[in-house]
């Protein structure tokens, strides 16, 4: 019993079909490898990995720019057993997902950030990469002469920063493969304008990137508000007696009750997918029974 569901981040998303051809292509990426017989693990990194070579997506190369321009991004993995490993506002590195399965496997930690995270991704071999792509910049340079003309504020308020476009989307991979091993890997560039040195709620295990005896959790949207709320641990907590999509669903109305906004994927130990967002959008797809969904 093989299946993955990925998503590629909520919220107010302006490339709607260029979501859904990503959130399709990581998908058919991750299940090609859990058809090959490989690991939960395995597919779900890959799939990570082809959203954050492609532009469209808020990680990797094309990932939102801190208020002083840099590309500090986030990026987990996770298995069932609890074993985990992350990095947290690292530059300059094409693909932070691979880096986070490395502390993972190479290391006897679990987050790794900023400076030191870049040295140890040298150590392991990743070259110096440049993920800044010229629409960030335009983004950027174009969000701050609207913050100086006075545009009002929304989720920094104390920092002066807003968005209102696919600036704060993470994306995410959740799979079971063929040993019933269920794994979860999760990568972002954080929110346009981000002070710098931020840590969104991807790399802080519980809050956005979550997986147990229970099953995987995944959450998208405001990392703030994800942390507060640890809102992909609650949603595993839901799954003790429920079924991952009334889990789901549960923890959609709870977070909306407390003003977090963003999206849920899921998968509870019975393989069964779930979904659920309460912003505006999301992109997701999924593979169960050899059947595709994309949304």
Not at 163 to 183: C, E, H, L, Y
Not at 191 to 209: E, W
């Amino acid at each position: 019993m093989i299946r993955i569901i990925v998503h590629g981040g909520a919220g107010r998303i302006t490339d709607q079909e260029g979501h859904r051809t990503g959130v399709r292509r990581a998908v058919r990426v991750g299940h090609a490898i859990l058809q090959d017989g490989d690991s939960a693990l395995d597919a779900v990194v890959k799939a990570v990995v082809t959203m954050e070579d492609d532009p469209t997506f808020n990680c990797g190369t094309g990932s939102a720019l801190s208020l002083d321009g840099r590309a500090e991004m986030d990026a987990a993995v996770m298995l069932d057993d609890r074993s985990c490993g992350a990095v947290a506002a690292i530059e300059r590195v094409k693909n932070p997902v691979l880096v986070a399965r490395q502390v993972m496997e190479q290391t006897d930690h679990v987050l790794l950030v900023g400076p030191e995270a870049v040295k140890f991704a040298r150590w392991m071999g990743f070259e110096s990469y440049d993920p800044i792509t010229e629409h960030r910049k335009k983004q950027r340079a174009e969000l701050i002469q609207r913050l100086k003309s006075g545009h009002k504020l929304r989720y920094f308020d104390k920092l002066a920063s807003f968005i209102d476009k696919d600036n704060g989307d993470t994306v995410g991979a959740i799979a079971m493969d063929r040993r019933g091993r269920i794994a979860v890997a999760a990568s972002t560039g954080g929110i346009l304008l981000h002070l710098p040195g931020r840590v969104g709620d991807t790399p802080v295990f519980g809050t956005g990137t979550y997986a147990d005896e229970r099953g995987g959790v995944l959450a998208t949207g405001h990392g703030e508000e994800i942390i507060k709320l640890m809102w992909a641990f609650r949603t595993a907590d839901f799954m003790e007696k429920l079924p991952a999509q009334m889990a789901v669903d549960r923890a959609i109305q709870q977070a909306s009750q407390y003003g977090c906004t963003g999206g849920l994927i899921a998968m509870d130990r019975k393989g069964n997918v779930a979904y659920g967002f309460n912003s505006q959008s999301m992109s997701y797809a999924y593979v169960v029974n050899e059947q595709l969904v994309v949304f």
